[in-house]
């Protein structure tokens, strides 16, 4: 491929969080890539992986290549000669050339970036706490046009030698740069309002605030003549050199028009994509069946893949992991896509935002005589494909209603349904106002009872976990609302929630997509979940009260635990400046730790068969109101092995939380009663130091490091007073320090590589205990004792 000109701008929105009606974030937050220039180059952030490191795979290469195995990341862009990407958490921007020799262009703590583009030449970010564009490469002249350190925005996105942004005050759009397109591009623009942007070699397209496709610029080769421009009938956009391309909203397949009409949809006409990415004169796709990468177009001439077949990419997300809250909810399979690093935020449906209007009025393209018949043609076969569905799906669900009690009195509802509560002082109404009568009301309690009195212990739900109607839990949550999430477990979202009958409880609702493959191979995680908590009944594991399995809806409903996730109390922003809270002293951390290993102690030992969690981390471990610490989350569990050795392996596939899983388990899939061990051993140091289990350090220019390696080598070196939480303070008098020393040596004995290495549990509660005990003993000393540290 020989290098033009004027190049492309990769830039392809995949997710959009709509904030409040119109304004979007939108532009640049893509997990695809395109590199043009030389041999073309495609790459993405792979999915399902405890990191979410970058893969490439170039036409001279028959394999993808790792890209920073060891370093997860957030969004990526590629250009002319090179590719871009932000680093997770937004801290720091790489850039690699062709060679993939990486250069670093960005770090900065406190002024996080949220998007990245680039075209030939610029590339640029915006920044999360002032909403400013920078920019890097490009002339001296290109990075004196940039917009004033004034002017924000919600969507940027860069092509030849310009770039355009979307300010978040008007929703107008601004360009700058060295090329006499971009002010041409922004006078064509005036004053119409745009949600998001995407550039091209040198023109650029966006959604307007009542959902059109505006397109501006060049139009040499019909890159600006939309073939159907429907109000909300795209979410997607990638603009080569020549071409656009769109993503339909309404079953995810790509049009492209412009390049003199070579593009050929005959590749993607009944495929289904999440995200689209441009070349020169290419376009390559995330495909929504499997995740994988096809291109197309006169330019795609590979020796190696043809036109429409897949690349030797792994599976690649379909969007940014992301730490903050979806507006729009959450992708299906996210937290699996995600490895619990995050979640993938769910593209907004902007058509329910608003009601179409008039299309906007463009620049006069020439057009043949056929081509406003063709369009109208395709306009009124996409009105009479929507009625169709539309009347369908009205037929359907009047069926619906009345087979599912609306004349026969049944009362279950299952997600396809999903009922809207009004007000939660008024669960007993549905938002038709229509209040439920006495006799349902009688109904629904007796079948209620006649479940429990079936279910017994033959039944894979024991008999003392209630069965819920659906609609009472959501109900009991106010619809399932935002307001009411505390939190994410192994296979969906957790709210808090109150009973009917007074019961504060918390809800765990799985995830209605398709589960991932992990799941389907022995269990689910809610069949895991509610298998292991109906029989298991300890102080200090989390009580399930009952379930829900309605259709496609699986629900589990706990005891609720009125002080949070331990998690929260060492790492919540709103405490890491707090020396008041109760958690801040060593003898409740101590408690807390001891009550935790209590209840790993019972799954070990006492539970038959033994039982291995998989997945013990600090969000895991919840303190009630008596602030007793419990286990919870057992979607990862697996019953152990029913030999009385404290050290039995089996080979089973990792899983678990970056940061937690145990190296041992996660390199050979060896998991062991040991692996819990290990979990626990950074819950200790967790309590120890106040830090994650990954956290950046400032010493090393913000790289990630791991708990276990800031804490391990002070603990060996009897420097341990350097690394205690200092919310907490030093600890006095001597049988504190004795314990805080005891608690520290056993964490770094339950940390080691090898887990023949470490302790047991019942070791580990053994000096815990003694650990405590100290701070009721002010006449003796611990050390008097043997430390328990019994290795296979």
């Not at 993607?268 to 689209?276: A, H, L």
């Amino acid at each position: 491929m020989t290098t033009p000109a004027a190049a492309v701008s990769t830039v392809v929105v995949t997710l959009v969080n709509i904030f409040i009606y119109v304004q979007a974030l939108g532009g640049s937050a893509t997990t695809l890539a395109v590199v043009y220039g030389g041999a073309a180059t495609v790459c993405g952030i792979v999915a399902n992986q405890p990191i979410q490191r970058i893969q490439c795979w170039r036409d001279d290469q028959s394999t993808a290549t790792p890209i920073s195995p060891d370093v997860s990341f957030d969004f990526i862009a590629g250009g002319l000669d090179g590719f871009a990407a932000v680093r997770s958490g937004g801290f720091s921007l790489l850039y690699w050339n062709t060679s993939f020799v990486p250069k670093r262009l960005y770090l900065n703590n406190s002024n996080l970036l949220t998007t990245v583009t680039m075209g030939d030449a610029p590339i640029c970010a915006i920044t999360n706490s002032t909403r400013n564009a920078v920019c890097w490469r490009g002339d001296s002249s290109f990075t004196s046009q940039q917009p004033n350190g004034s002017s924000q925005f919600i969507a940027i996105s860069s092509g030849s030698k310009f770039s355009c942004g979307v300010l978040e005050s008007s929703n107008r759009v601004v360009c700058w740069g060295n090329s006499d397109i971009a002010s041409t591009i922004q006078s064509e623009f005036g004053n119409d309002t745009m949600m998001n942007i995407y550039a091209g070699g040198r023109h650029a397209c966006g959604m307007n605030t009542t959902g059109f496709l505006i397109c501006r610029g060049d139009n040499n080769n019909g890159q600006l003549d939309v073939p159907s421009n429907l109000s909300y009938e795209y979410f997607g956009l990638a603009l080569g050199m020549n071409h656009t391309c769109g993503i339909r909203s309404v079953n995810h397949t790509v049009v492209c028009w412009g390049g003199n009409g070579a593009f050929s949809s005959n590749v993607t006409e009944e495929v289904s994509f999440e995200s689209i990415a441009a070349g020169l004169d290419f376009t390559c796709g995330l495909t929504t069946s499997n995740f994988s990468v096809v291109c197309w177009g006169p330019g795609w001439t590979s020796n190696m893949y043809a036109q429409g077949a897949a690349l030797p990419l792994p599976m690649i997300l379909p969007g940014p992991c992301v730490q903050s809250n979806c507006t729009c909810g959450i992708y299906p399979q996210s937290q699996n896509l995600c490895f619990g690093n995050g979640n993938i935020c769910r593209p907004c449906d902007f058509s329910i935002l608003a009601p179409p209007t008039s299309p906007p009025s463009l620049p006069p393209p020439p057009l043949s005589p056929s081509s406003p018949s063709r369009r109208l043609r395709r306009g009124l076969l996409a009105f009479a494909i929507v009625g169709s569905v539309g009347t369908f799906a009205g037929i359907c669900s009047i069926i619906y209603f009345l087979w599912t009690g609306g004349c026969f009195g049944k009362k279950k509802v299952h997600n396809s349904v999903q009922p809207t509560i009004t007000a939660t002082s008024n669960v007993g109404q549905l938002s038709s106002g229509s209040p439920v009568s006495r006799s349902s009301t009688l109904r629904r309690q007796g079948s209620r009872l006649m479940r429990r009195q079936r279910s017994g212990t033959s039944s894979k739900h024991a008999d003392r976990a209630e069965e819920f109607l659906f609609t009472d839990l959501a109900a009991a949550t106010n619809n399932f609302s935002l307001e009411n999430k505390i939190g994410a477990g192994s296979f969906g979202i957790v709210y808090k929630g109150k009973l009917p009958d007074g019961r504060e409880v918390a809800i765990k609702r799985g995830e209605t997509g398709t589960r991932m493959k992990k799941f389907q191979e022995k269990e689910s995680a809610f069949d895991s979940e509610l298998s292991f908590l109906s029989r298991l009944h300890h102080k200090h594991l989390v009580r399930l009260v009952g379930y829900c399995e309605e259709k496609d809806e699986r629900l589990l409903v706990y005891e609720y635990m009125k002080n949070g996730a331990l998690f929260d109390h060492l790492h919540d922003k709103n405490n890491v400046e707090k020396s008041s809270s109760i958690v801040n002293s060593w003898k409740m951390r101590i408690k807390i730790a001891l009550d935790a290993a209590r209840g790993i102690e019972y799954l070990h030992n006492y539970a038959v068969p033994p039982i291995i969690h998989r997945d013990i981390k600090s969000s895991n471990i919840l303190i009630d109101a008596n602030w007793i610490a419990r286990v919870s989350d057992f979607g990862l569990s697996l019953m152990g092995p029913e030999s009385n050795r404290d050290y039995s392996s089996r080979p089973v596939k990792a899983a678990g939380t970056v940061g937690y899983i145990d190296p041992e388990y996660y390199g050979l899939n060896v998991l062991t009663a040991k692996s819990d061990v290990y979990g626990l051993g950074v819950v200790l140091l967790e309590l120890l130091t106040g830090k994650r289990a990954i956290f950046k350090t400032e010493e090393n220019g913000g790289a990630p490091m791991s708990v276990v390696d800031f804490g391990v080598p002070a603990i060996m070196a009897g420097e341990l007073t350097k690394i205690l939480d200092n919310r907490v303070g030093p600890p006095e008098p001597s049988e504190e320090v004795e314990a805080v020393e005891l608690v520290a040596y056993t964490a770094m004995h339950c940390v080691h590589l090898e887990g023949k290495d470490r302790p047991t549990i019942s070791d580990i509660v053994s000096n815990l205990e003694r650990a405590l005990a100290a701070f009721d003993d002010s006449h003796g000393s611990i050390s008097s004792g043997p430390i328990s540290f019994v290795s296979d």
